[in-house]
């Protein structure tokens, strides 16, 4: 499931089409919104070196964490950051966001990789950064770039949610962005904002615990301590927005290592219900390939044999007397049928249910009824 989220973000978007975003949301119970950003953000990376991804570059918008955190992420992942500058930029927004340290200069270049940003507050001149360090890295023109953003819940600390939500819906328009992805913490949130960035999003990844207390409200030492318990696991659920306005709903478990986040499959109801009836099971519920021939070679009653005669078929209505006999009275009806057919005539001929049917009348069938 995660998988499919991270190929998503790695092909892109098509012509004409917003680019497709991934909402990852986590709560307290199940804290590890984290690892999942920095997985999706080590894929990506790594898709870009390989030249799998339809984006040429990465720009991340570090607002939670110093960007020199993130490069040394990616080294210990394997990930080879000596030619970093030719596809990732990183927009410093966590050394000074609000610009009280060093001057008034909303951007300020400090090294290759690294420019900081000094007004978080201002989202417009936030949108315009990320656009120039897409541009200075890929280029103009076709070429794409993925944009990430650490920590929705702090851009919403220092802005309205209609910002918020104006800068996420310019950047999956741009021609250039071919992805974007991003953290919110929704415990910090009322329901409205997590509704609106989820709503703006093709792609929602939620993390929960495995297992849901009895009582949320209750926050008693036992409930603590089960919380404590289930630390590093839990149940990892992605929505997925297709593009005929379906939403599919998959659910997989996660396990927290030292090396970072392993998810697992989790089997569905089906599969879990099929483990343990058929084992069983005292007969087979396949067909062999020649149980199967001999099904269908088996004639049905109602099925025609065709055997040269003429076809004869009684629908359990009688109108010709009794002494009469049937199969000659069906062949000389037949013969006429088709004489008449082939002279172009059409008739339609009514044989009664029986002898004993009354003709058609205008009258009440309802007279003899004492009514």
Not at 105 to 117: A, D, G, I, K, Y
Request: glycine share 6%; hydrophobic share 35%; charged share 25%.
């Amino acid at each position: 499931m995660a998988e499919t989220m991270c190929r998503a973000l790695r092909d892109g978007s098509l012509e004409g089409e917003h680019a497709p975003a991934l909402t990852i949301k986590d709560t307290i119970r199940a804290a590890f919104g984290v690892e999942v950003f920095d997985h999706v953000l080590c894929y990506m990376a790594s898709t870009i070196l390989a030249q799998k991804s339809q984006s040429s570059g990465l720009v991340l918008v570090a607002l939670d964490r110093s960007p020199s955190l993130y490069l040394n992420l990616l080294k210990s992942r394997g990930i080879d950051a000596s030619d970093s500058y030719k596809w990732i930029r990183v927009l410093d927004c966590y050394t000074d966001p609000l610009g009280w340290k060093e001057g008034a200069n909303v951007l300020s270049r400090r090294e290759s990789l690294e420019t900081l940003f000094k007004d978080v507050s201002d989202l417009d001149k936030l949108f315009d950064a990320v656009i120039q360090l897409g541009r200075g890295m890929v280029g103009q023109g076709k070429v794409r770039f993925c944009v990430a953003i650490d920590s929705a819940s702090l851009m919403l600390r220092h802005a309205s949610l209609s910002s918020v939500g104006s800068l996420i819906n310019n950047l999956r328009s741009h021609d250039q962005v071919s992805s974007i992805f991003w953290l919110i913490h929704s415990d910090l949130h009322e329901i409205r904002a997590t509704s609106v960035l989820e709503y703006m999003s093709s792609m929602v990844g939620s993390l929960e615990p495995i297992f849901q207390s009895s009582n949320e409200q209750r926050r008693n030492s036992e409930n603590l301590l089960s919380i404590e318990n289930d630390t590093r696991e839990g149940k990892f659920i992605v929505r997925l927005k297709r593009r005929n306005g379906r939403v599919k709903v998959m659910c997989e478990e996660f396990h927290v290592e030292e090396t970072g986040i392993k998810f697992l499959a989790v089997p569905s109801e089906n599969e879990m219900v099929n483990q343990q009836i058929l084992p069983k099971l005292q007969f087979n519920l396949q067909l062999s390939e020649k149980e199967r021939n001999e099904k269908e070679n088996v004639v049905l009653p109602f099925e025609h044999q065709g055997n040269g005669q003429t076809i004869q078929i009684y629908d359990g209505r009688r109108s010709l007397p009794l002494n009469q006999n049937d199969s000659t009275t069906s062949v000389s009806v037949l013969e006429k049928l088709q004489a008449e057919s082939a002279q172009g005539k059409g008739e339609i001929h009514y044989l009664r249910d029986s002898d004993d049917e009354l003709p058609d009348s205008d009258e009440d069938p309802d007279d003899d009824l004492d009514i």
